[in-house]
């Protein structure tokens, strides 16, 4: 079965300080996965995907993620965190089978970042 | 080009009314996804519409239902609304084409039902 592990549910750092969210996904074919964002009473926001090719992708607001196959994974990282990046991170996998799109989300991360 | 907007944005129902909410996708997008979120399951798929027919829907009741118009506008009914059907329902479009493909996702309407 498809699915998608978000195993720290809250994170707190330090502003400037680098920041790892971990991303673990189980999908049979060679997956998209995606990095959503969500500020408090906001939609989603697309940060960046991945579906081929380079394993290192680059997204906005100065996010990148690597593609790793062999661990099952697709971690989001920033180097030097900005207060204004506190929100909810969402990682998914997107399942394209029989004609049909649907996104499969983990539990989502949700970040703190002390002055 | 205009983002994906959703109204109401929000809305105050009792138990056993019936609910209809509505998302327009961004110009030229003909699927619009669906989706579910609670602090209890997190985001969760409803259904998908693409040009007008449900391609796909998750695991709810029956009491959930949509459907597309051939403006691509979606609307999703709610029936017969129990407590847990309080949440936030964010509605997605793409083109609807290919796998990859990055859904746009609107502002969403938050439910209460009291």
């Known amino acids: 079965a498809q699915s998608v592990t978000q195993p720290d549910i809250h994170i707190t750092v330090s502003e400037g300080a680098s920041l790892e969210l971990r991303c673990n996904y189980s999908?049979?074919?060679?997956?998209?996965l995606f990095w959503y964002v969500q500020s408090p009473g906001q939609g989603l926001q697309l940060l960046l995907k991945?579906?081929?090719?380079?394993?290192l992708v680059q997204g906005i607001k100065g996010f990148e993620a690597e593609f790793k196959r062999s661990q099952s994974s697709f971690n989001l990282r920033k180097p030097s965190v900005h207060w204004s990046d506190a929100a909810e991170y969402f990682c998914?996998?997107?399942?394209?089978?029989?004609?049909?799109?649907?996104?499969?989300f983990g539990a989502g991360t949700r970040l703190a970042v002390h002055p | 080009k205009a983002g994906v907007t959703q109204t109401p944005r929000y809305l105050i129902k009792t138990r056993g009314q019936q609910v209809t909410l509505s998302c327009s996708p961004i110009?030229?997008?003909?699927?619009v996804s669906w989706y579910q979120q609670t602090p209890g399951q997190g985001l969760q798929f409803l259904f998908e519409?693409?040009?007008?027919?449900?391609?796909n829907k998750g695991n709810f009741p029956g009491r959930f239902s949509g459907r597309q118009f051939s403006n691509s506008r979606s609307e999703m009914n709610v029936s017969t609304l129990e407590l847990g059907d309080s949440a936030l329902y964010l509605c997605?479009?793409?083109?609807?084409?290919?796998?990859?493909?990055?859904?746009?996702f609107g502002p969403g309407t938050r439910l209460l039902v009291l």
């Open positions: 998914a996998v997107g399942a394209w089978s029989g004609g049909y799109n649907k996104l499969i």
């Open positions: 110009s030229g997008h003909r699927s």
């Open positions: 519409y693409f040009s007008e027919t449900q391609r």
């Open positions: 999908y049979g074919a060679t997956p998209y």
């Open positions: 991945y579906f081929s090719g380079d394993t």
């Open positions: 997605a479009s793409s083109y609807g084409l290919a796998g990859g493909e990055t859904q746009y």
